[in-house]
């Protein structure tokens, strides 16, 4: 037997956090260089973080090494602690979804810095996001997949599938939310860009959303919770 209510999973990383302005300052911290969001979002994940051409050699050299590694995240979760921020909307959106009394909503997230919980629930707190908003903050490691997450979150509120919906900005947050049978919101202005997404991933077009605020449209207007102009610029 499924609730009546309906659940919103959210990524962290590219999706409601600028994981790629906390990345650069952390990279520029420590004498790398990512290079341009446009070219980081184009390439292999494998490649993502070493740089084009020009960079690597440099950040390859940097990241050599357990101790340098474990430096350059010790900076990125201190970044993320004290200036890293949501994409504008995001706050409002999550605001939303929260005082809907029929919605669950939450975070799944893979962020890499030292106890990313308690990293998150610090800058989600510095925007005004007290942690009793969220239903959940779920931490998992890289090796896990986040479908099994899906899925035990949504089981574990008891929603039917076709009321479950999952946002993320890489290819893994669309296998996982379509192999759960949810929903998924896809957004562009993350890790991976519009092309790639579409041509590479195979993700429908009609699934992108290209800004923070076109994502927070989408999403109220499938839970019938109306967008005003104070929520996000409402398509015309």
């Not at 900076?75 to 669950?104: C, H, K, N, Q, W």
């Amino acid at each position: 037997m499924y609730a009546k209510e309906r659940l919103v999973i959210l990524d962290a990383d590219g999706t409601t956090i600028d994981a790629f302005k906390a990345i650069e300052t952390t990279f520029a911290h420590h004498g790398m260089d990512l290079g341009p969001l446009v070219r980081f979002q184009k390439r292999r994940n494998i490649f993502k973080y070493l740089g084009g051409i020009k960079e690597m050699p440099q950040n390859l050299r940097q990241q050599l090494g357990r101790t340098r590694r474990r430096a350059i995240i010790a900076t990125l979760t201190e970044v993320y602690r004290e200036e890293a921020a949501m994409f504008d909307g995001m706050e409002r959106l999550i605001r939303r979804l929260a005082e809907a009394p029929d919605v669950r909503v939450g975070v799944i997230t893979r962020n890499i810095t030292d106890d990313p919980i308690a990293t998150l629930t610090r800058l989600f707190a510095r925007h005004g996001i007290e942690p009793g908003l969220f239903d959940f903050l779920i931490h998992l490691p890289l090796s896990e997949d986040k479908l099994d997450h899906f899925r035990r979150t949504r089981e574990r509120y008891a929603v039917n599938p076709a009321r479950a919906y999952a946002c993320g900005d890489e290819a893994k947050d669309f296998k996982a939310a379509v192999g759960t049978g949810m929903h998924p919101f896809m957004v562009s202005y993350g890790f991976e860009d519009f092309e790639r997404l579409r041509r590479k991933h195979l993700v429908p077009t009609e699934l992108i959303a290209r800004s923070p605020d076109e994502l927070a449209w989408r999403v109220l207007h499938a839970l019938g919770l109306e967008a005003t102009d104070r929520d996000v610029a409402v398509p015309r």
